[in-house]
């Protein structure tokens, strides 16, 4: 299997190249946010790298420099975690597509390793680029590409740093999990409020908790909420498989549709 | 029944009474946009505010005048839609919240008339309201919180001028409704694609579309996608109840919380 | 006569064939502010509203949704107010327009019912107007447009709910109009500063307020400055037709003139 | 007479010394901005800077550097002509009285030698001055305050370039005055429009023209309207006198009144 | 030798005039910032209008009007200092920049007075300025022109007020020039620290000094660092003379240059 | 000797350690950028990181995810190159730091590893965190950082893609180099103008070129200027350790100093 195209190890004619044979260009974009005390702050940036890099290898799409930081405003409860101004990274997504659009490429996948928090700004961004820009863009997020499998795997609902997540970076990462610190924290049932996006109820529109309403999950279980302890690296390779499958579907998806 | 508590039509003297009686401001916000033949541009603001209408009536909340313009870079398609930038959006929001807060109000719902396309921007608004501003605010969108009553209705799915907003019109509007006028369209099925909060297949995240998508259901509805022509005054009461209970819930929910 | 035409009550179809009837849009922009004891905080938007709704009963114009809020820093002295940073009024009332410019409106009368404040930034928004977009753009206010009537109706200055303001309201709103709660309140003269377009010594240029400076009226007449005690319908008649016939007659000529 | 007390002219202890002394500043702003044949691009700020000596002669007031850059989007059809955006003319004037009211200084009064173009973007800088840093500001403009003089010395209304300007100019800056250059221009009467402050019909607001609209005194008169051909060096003197003076009673006011 | 050629004393005639004769628009910026017990506020502006005027003379140049202020957030440590945020100064050269051409200038030359803390803004400025506008555009820094000739003088290092500036302003402006009031103050050297552009060793980059680190040249020499008690007038001579005739090369060598 | 403490890798209460430890964090930032037919465009981000890596070893400062993206609006001649406009560059600095100084962290050492063009926008970020958060922060540049050693390796003056760029490449990433595509340029000697801080003749101040006068490089070379046939692994690595051990020292120096 080829390796993964990252643009940043190519030289300029390397990227032209590649981008012939590939019109398709992923952006992987993640977060730099404290993840409890068993996963790296790093983790959503790395989930959305190795993302990237297992459909790059399928589709042969070249990759974009991630970009590490992302919109972490209730994470600010706990060290580490570093947020960015939701209109500071709408520029920069849409800078970085109008950059590589100015060199011919028309079709962009962002990828989200952050789940929920960074749609917003990146709607806004995508929305302008299509417009202005004239190209076409998808914003992949692993919570929404995922609502097939995580019943399948009897994972619970969406949290953070919980199985689903835990289970990823196990396989995906083993040497940045830390086993012996996983804790577990399951928050109460909140009526009308949910996160995750395969939630069946009446819920309102998600907002960024405030600190306030952190205190209790990093009180419990040091930032998380949901089952980490379940864990496991068997069912992390499926999920993971399952969006890299679905991440080269959308890839290949894109490339045949000319427009 | 009491009547709707419009900010605009009280003195000063009595928004500060009704402040102390209820804590809790709606702010109804929608869009001016086209709703094909047979639905009128305000459709999502006259839907906003017959919501927050509804919900003061049973809970004594104070409705703020409405923001008649949202983000609808799309339906720019068709004449009479206006769409204003995001960032003007988020500011206009932040602004109102800001001044009331500011004369004591500490709990506000941001009704969304305009299904998912404003949400993206409300959730910036509303974040920096909460950690700046100290405020609690909750966004109230009829999508995702009819997920329950919609299959119960036998409505389709979340569409544009559809049956579900249509028959919510005819039953709140009667005499804005353009019965002759009805088209219905149902787009072909773009897999890992949808806008509907309830759907639960795999899907990427929602963005707004270009113009160009937007052509077939020009061409084919006057800009409508989904099945007006089966919209009906009964479930349209049902419907419309169904939120104007759940607004109430989410009023009285914030009320009792005392923090 | 034929009903004042709201953009919003209309479909895209009705809008595109009252646009080709008559090309002139009016916007009403006013404020939602405190205007003492006995009239509605909504008092500019309604204003500027009426006025609206007579000049396109006579000449047909459309008028758009209305714009509830606007620039009243001073007047967060009192609850209820709510002010909004010139800038991102600015960016809204260029947003309106240009949305509409792109459907082919090419002349525009913004009525400000908030006089002096919102000129300001009206006159920003407009010239950029004007000069990016290619429209014709024109500002109505009352208190510019009174200048002649004013003195033969024997009103006083133009202060703040004052008795010019209060026979307008008392003649196109009586059921907004608290009778019982009418104070008085005339200001000491400053030398040098007023605030009136009619004035005509020397002045400084007006600035809106501190709220240190609104203090007194605050105090003594619950936000008033002016005679509201001597509001008369009869007078509010005579104003309000004075200026709804200026109003058409702006948009005739606007209408006449092609270039 | 003392001499004007420029503070680009004084050490940093000399400018201590000078603000205990009086502490009013006086910031100068005008344009860079065609004037005709007979007058040069400078002299709105020439205007601002000689009132501003005049009264800084007569009270001590120090005088902050001049800002010779201001809004002339119309004046743009000739050379020379230099305009800056409001928003970033409101950035300069703020941060300006900003750093001066770092210093100590709590009362400005700003000279507006650009007569109504400047004073929208002027009045927004100075309510936000006022309100986030508690100064005291004042805009002083030759229009606004001449209302009294000007029918005195028989001159006719407010153009550009005009007999009042011109007059200045001849009195205050002789050797910058062109005689052999100069032509007249009234233009055509038109109803419900003057940027005069004095006018006494009902008027529109101003807008700046547009550059389309500029085009007739530009053929006609190089850019002028009015009647520079009757500019009179002693009214000149007279209008210089009475401008001063006033300015002396405006610093003179702020400074006893001790808030 | 014919007279500077300052664009604020033109009529726009007699401006297109000049432009015709040499295409090269010189603009003088500045700062108004504390500059010791001897060497006024306005000092940097002082010395670009200075370099503006004697290259004037020999090119036939037109210099715009000055920007008085700059970017000196380190210098608000004493009275009379301003700083303007460099997001406002860009957005001024950058408008000053369009608007001249539109009118058909290409060159530009920005004299920077203020030394090192001007130089970043300054280079986002013109640099949006060559790509957006296709204009040509320089900067003229005293202390990058005179690596060459400050060692045959025998002046010590770049610091502030130091032997250069006040040899400089002795010559040029002797009448502001405090003799009286000269301090010394050699800083401790700073290992990989300096502010001078011909320092040859291993540094860091330039940050502007925060408020705390200039309290030593404040209390020891009233804000200055260097030996301007060395100062002298011919020596100041010789260096303006020097500044000029570079400052002449590069607008000829603009000139010369046709693309 | 320990590996490199990079920010992303590391747990939060990891990071809290680690701070403790070392209260200096390095933040790397490059640029994605075209460097000829022999270096990756993401030449700049690897050497900041390299260093970063060297310089954490030596001292257990933490490293911060890199910044990849940079400001290059010159290099977009050739494909590849993304740039990103200064304001959001300024405003992601800012944010980085913000967000790590709320966690306690209170010095910090910007890496940029793209030479000059980073600078001016960098010095904004850095001048406003040190202001506004009170923290201290150095920028810390390979071309100002080897002023001594450049001249002892024989290396040319700073091109791009040069001698001394590319010997550190082939030291620090062999496997990233393209031996067999380096091609040499040597541009024309021009007077006053050069982009090397080493260089001691007069000069104007840099602004980024334009992509017109990036063409002949382009060319000639490919994008490079500079020769980098001379370059050295054995050099590199002198090179490489000087720079290192410097950070090391200014991380040292700025633990010691405690304020």
Tied chains: 1, 2, 3, 4, 5, 6.
Aim: glycine share 8%; with cysteine; charged share 20%.
């Amino acid at each position: 299997m080829p390796s993964p195209k990252w643009l940043q190890r190519m030289t300029w004619e390397e990227f032209k190249l590649n981008l012939e044979r590939c019109d398709v260009i992923i952006i992987p974009v993640g977060s730099t946010e404290q993840h409890g005390g068993h996963l790296p702050l790093g983790t959503d940036t790395f989930v959305a790298n190795t993302l990237a890099e297992g459909a790059s290898e399928q589709t042969g799409a070249i990759i974009a420099p991630p970009v590490w930081y992302g919109w972490s405003p209730h994470h600010m409860v706990l060290p580490g975690t570093v947020t960015i101004r939701p209109e500071i990274l709408i520029g920069l997504l849409f800078d970085i597509i109008e950059a590589l659009a100015h060199h011919g490429a028309e079709k962009f996948v962002v990828i989200n390793g952050h789940r929920i928090v960074n749609i917003s700004w990146m709607q806004i961004a995508c929305e302008k680029a299509q417009r202005v820009l004239g190209i076409r863009a998808a914003i992949f997020d692993p919570s929404y590409m995922s609502k097939e499998i995580v019943p399948e795997l009897e994972f619970g609902p969406v949290g953070h740093g919980d199985e689903i997540e835990s289970s990823h970076m196990l396989y995906s990462y083993p040497e940045l999990y830390r086993a012996e610190k996983v804790l577990d924290y399951i928050p109460d049932y909140k009526p009308l409020l949910s996160a995750d996006p395969a939630f069946q109820g009446d819920t309102l529109c998600y907002i960024p908790s405030t600190i306030k309403n952190m205190e209790k999950s990093v009180k419990v279980a040091k930032g998380i909420s949901g089952s980490p302890s379940r864990s496991c690296k068997r069912k992390g390779e499926r999920y993971h498989k399952h969006l890299v499958q679905r991440l080269s579907e959308v890839i290949n998806n894109m490339q045949e549709k000319e427009e």
